[in-house]
């Protein structure tokens, strides 16, 4: 008994092999024979790409089960449920492009197609109407809100925003910009074109919308701040988010994502602002999908802190 205890503690500090297959047609690509192991995943995946150059780290899956979830970068290989010879399973996740690229495409499109717009530049409304101006006051201050929002965006990107993941595959960014791009020059043809006509209850309606937009632009941005704070940089340290003395944050009390909360809010108002249905559509289908984001996020909470706040919603309190 004693003999095989002190094998036992010999080898964890032996170097281990790890076998790398196919996950669809478990062919071999590659066989590692001098792994430690208090490797990590990352540092796998880039032996694995001294060996197959093509699939750098970002493009890899690798997993224990050919259809099982992606092993995390910082998962250490002794610790994961395999014995001194591993087997590993990869997917090629296809070619990559970092989400900051990805968020200042998204954003900077709408900012200058509704401008395009707004200035009525030549071929859009016809000949007569080429670099005209509005006399409707909350065009211009619709044309204010919607720079002001994507402006934004840009500089969270830049300065505020901490990613958990450094990738996404390139194929999504045709599909987010298809998305952003379309409903920008679709709402923007309507609110600056020429026969547009003003909101239903006119100053009064204009300026209750334009107090909803700046509030929840104001929590928007407050929200993004708190979560900033709470991973340090270059850390993927998950925490549960609690409100701060920022009045703003105090809507952690009641839902797991406010900043989707507040985006929502914000579109609300500038569909109440323009009354134009196309801003309304796009509100609605933001609405959809960052509900779908929340409950992932909601579940993921509830899964990882068991002492997670029962009172929260994923995206509208008590509701949703």
């Given at each position: ?55 750098y780290p970002a493009r890899q899956s690798l ?178 988010p609690y409100p701060t003395k920022n009045p ?73």
């Amino acid at each position: 008994m004693h003999e095989g205890r002190s094998v036992r503690q010999w080898l964890p500090e032996a170097s281990w092999l790890v076998e790398i297959l196919d996950a669809k047609t478990r062919e071999k690509l590659c066989f590692l024979d001098k792994v430690e192991p208090q490797a990590t995943i990352a540092e796998i995946k880039n032996l694995f790409t001294k060996s197959h150059p093509q699939w750098y780290p970002a493009r890899q899956s690798l997993r224990l089960d050919p259809k099982g979830k992606s092993l995390k970068d910082e998962d250490v290989l002794q610790k994961l449920p395999v014995g001194t010879t591993a087997t590993l399973y990869f997917r090629d996740l296809g070619a990559q492009i970092s989400w900051v690229t990805v968020f200042l495409t998204e954003y900077a499109g709408p900012l200058f197609i509704y401008l395009l717009f707004y200035f009525r530049v030549p071929f859009i409304y016809g000949h007569k109407y080429d670099f005209t101006s509005s006399r409707h006051t909350v065009v211009h201050l619709a044309c204010i809100c919607h720079s002001f929002h994507y402006i934004k965006r840009l500089l969270e990107t830049l300065f505020v925003h901490r990613f958990s993941h450094g990738t996404m595959p390139l194929r999504n960014i045709f599909k987010n910009c298809t998305y952003y791009w379309g409903f920008a020059a679709w709402m923007a043809y309507y609110i600056n074109h020429p026969l547009y006509t003003p909101p239903t209850y006119g100053a009064q309606q204009v300026k209750l919308a334009l107090a909803i937009f700046v509030i929840c632009q104001l929590g928007n941005f407050s929200i993004h701040m708190a979560l900033r704070d709470l991973r340090p940089a270059g850390s993927k340290t998950r925490k549960i988010p609690y409100p701060t003395k920022n009045p703003f944050t105090w809507l952690f009390l009641l839902v797991s994502c406010p900043n989707y909360t507040y985006e929502v809010g914000s579109w609300i108002g500038f569909a109440i602002m323009t009354q134009c249905l196309p801003v309304a559509l796009f509100s609605l289908v933001g609405f959809t999908q960052m509900t779908i984001w929340a409950k992932g996020k909601h579940r993921s909470y509830l899964k990882e802190f068991r002492d997670y706040p029962p009172l929260r919603m994923p995206i509208i309190p008590f509701l949703l």
